[in-house]
């Protein structure tokens, strides 16, 4: 036992972890974010979630080309790993998500082509367009995919975790990004970034550390927005 414990302690903890303990308030102030709690508890009212959906639509149209030019980058850049094979994943399962939330608008009656970008989407949009340009690193837009992702999937697991009261029309929701599967795939994410800030100088993992934060705070904005706020 003793031998084991030993052993546990010496496990190395990546970088990505490590910032995730440092930047712990923050990062719970988006992962268990007052909307997110509201689908917890059950108290979620309708039009939130409606205008979350709406402007999510928006976003992740957004989405798609930055996470092809992060792709590109790792064509560009990665060498040696599965670093193309994980984010080609990542964009394959994006066709998928972009019909289901023209299903799910159909089934709250929102007319897609009618939604109008809010503040907070255009700012968050805004920065996913800067990270696509050539001049930003593989390293710090990879950091990011990765911070994007794990933030939706850790606030919506908690939506569906043992003694949730998530109302039940919005449990496909939640397991959407709060299901096994897409919590390996932001695992896998996370090794990759690891991987690279294990390899990058100190002007890169400060601007890497500084994106992840950036991230965080849009993510608050975002649902932010969708109570209203
Ligand atoms: C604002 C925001 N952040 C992260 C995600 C999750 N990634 C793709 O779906 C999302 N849909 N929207």
Redo the contacts with the bound molecule.
Sequence with gaps: MQAMAHVDEMKKIGMTEAWLRKHRPVYNAATKHPFIRSIRDGTVQIHSFKTWLA??YL??RE?VPFVASVLIKACKQSHDNDDVEVILGGIAS?KD?ISWFKREANKWDIQLSEVIPQTA?KN?CRLLESLMSPEVDYTVALTAFWA??V???ESFAHCIEEGSKTPPELKETCE??GNEGFGQYCKSLQKLVDQRLQKASDDELKKAEVMLLSIIE??IE?WNMSRGN
């Design positions: 402007q999510d976003f992740v989405f994006l998500e989407n968050y994007i992702e933030v939706y999937q959407r990004w849009h993510e975002f």
